[in-house]
């Protein structure tokens, strides 16, 4: 069982993680990234160091590229030239889960999260390895 952001509050100063941030994308216009740079900087706010995926896409990919009114990852992959309908997804997955794996001490949760696959597998990877679970 994870702590809320509530709790998190009231640890030490000197306690500060590297904290993945997951939650729901496809589906959401934009892919949910305004409500994810939020998060970012509320968790940034408090001193932890946070990978955000949204972040990482907009770097890679370019914010222009991602903007979609209905979060269609079909229709981001096909803008970004993936001929395998996984391919984005997988790219994504890939280095979102390496950096869990290599670097994460905590797992924050988004509200929406457990509707979200992507974020679900980020949370079951992050319990399988022993990382806090947060939920904001």
Known sequence: MGMSINEMAILPEAILMRIYLAG???????????????AAKHLRTDG??????????EKEFGAEVLRTAEGSEAEVALKLGFTDKLGLARACFLADTMWICL?????ALMPGWAGSRGARA??????????EIIEL
């Open 48 to 57: 932890h160091v946070v990978f955000n995926p949204a972040e990482r896409d």
């Open 103 to 107: 670097h994460a001490e905590a797992i």
């Open 122 to 131: 980020e949370r079951a990877l992050g319990e399988a390895i022993g990382l």
């Open 24 to 38: 729901p994308m496809r589906g959401i216009k934009d892919f949910n990234f305004p409500a994810f740079h939020a």
